[in-house]
């Protein structure tokens, strides 16, 4: 192909990508609307768990009981046409309740593996700090390898695997703090906070919640998630923005109010949230407003506040203002 060939047929296929991923993004934005006609007054909660799904990433949603943490994760299975498996997080489970377990087969003279509730597309688990540290570790390969390993056997895991997590704030009694290296596979923590007053109106007068529910039809099969996941990654993301995200990153590390600061894989999941965040606003191209909402969402569970920053703040929303206090301190580039 000569170079006058090359030139040309560059922008047509640029040009076809973007219309490719507008079409997608444009299908992304029914399920979004799907999505907040059951979970009322939370639109911004909604559109960052589609981010968490099209990042290739799983999702932990914190709040007290009773604000819709379990509707949303039911939602959004009930959204993709996949399988989907519900855990009830308790103190007494076991891994193997969760991975499944080897039983021995009289019949066949051998060890069997019954796979459990962790092979599905979709797994909520709900109230996962409910459970004891070594339950909640068993998912830790499995979110980050997308495989189970039990008796020195590996097991691929469904394509697409997500994991929505629930759990209740550590304030809480009876809950198990997760663990960092937990904390770190989940790419984004949300918080379900009470609806404002509107919503809370919108939500007795119609009844939205479980009837609402049961009437949500799949919005996307499991196959477009995979495609949409993949558009993500075509996402441009300047020179600048990454110069602009690793600064956040570096302050994390060096300031004096938190003891541990964000991890490279922290670093990576603002990256693919912010690429999916303007994939869902229809662009192929990232900005500086994709990335700068996300910093408390992506980073806030990664990191841990000391003694030094005096706050009247409960300590598990401490990360949240150090972090906005870092945001606000870097410039945004142009």
């Known amino acids: 192909m000569s170079p006058e060939t090359a030139s040309t047929a560059s922008p047509q296929a640029a040009s076809q990508n973007a219309s ?23 639109d911004d909660i909604v559109r960052l768990a589609l981010v968490s799904i099209f990042a290739r990433g799983h999702l932990l949603i914190e709040g007290v009981p009773g604000v819709g943490k379990t509707t ?27 991975l499944g377990i080897s039983v021995y087969s009289a019949l066949e003279q051998q060890f069997e593996f019954k796979r459990g509730p962790v092979f599905t597309n979709v797994l909520l688990a709900d109230e996962i700090n409910r459970t004891t540290p070594k339950t909640q570790s068993a998912l830790l390969e499995a979110m980050n390898e997308g495989q189970v390993t039990v008796d020195a056997h590996s097991y691929e895991l469904p394509q697409p695997f997500l994991v929505i997590a629930t759990q209740n704030p550590v304030e809480h009694h009876g809950t198990y703090p997760l663990p960092e290296s937990q904390l770190d596979r989940f790419l984004l923590r949300v918080r379900m906070g009470y609806p404002d007053a509107q919503a ?18 799949p919005v996307l099969t499991g196959a477009e998630v995979i495609e949409m996941q993949d558009a993500v990654k075509q996402v441009r993301v300047d020179e600048s923005l990454v110069s602009y995200a690793l600064e956040i990153v570096r302050r994390t590390r060096s300031s004096e109010f938190l003891s541990l600061g964000v991890s490279p894989r922290g670093s990576q999941a603002l ?8 994939f869902l606003r229809g662009r192929n191209f990232c900005t500086p407003e994709d990335f700068k909402p996300l910093v408390v969402s992506v980073f806030a569970h990664r990191v841990l506040v000391n003694g030094l920053y005096a706050s009247t703040l409960k300590k598990s929303e401490q990360s949240d203002q150090v972090l906005k206090e870092i945001v606000e301190n870097v410039a945004v580039p142009v």
């Open 20 to 42: 490719s991923l507008k079409a997608l993004s444009q299908t992304a934005g029914k399920l979004e609307q799907a999505l907040c006609r059951v979970i009322r007054g939370k």
């Open 200 to 217: 809370e109106r919108e939500i007795l007068r119609s009844e939205a919640g479980a009837s609402k529910l049961e009437d949500l039809r």
């Open 271 to 278: 990256y693919r949230a912010a690429q999916a965040m303007a």
């Open 72 to 98: 949303l994760g039911q939602a959004l299975a009930r959204a993709i046409d996949c399988t989907f498996q519900r855990v009830q997080f308790t103190s007494d489970m076991l891994p193997s309740d969760v």
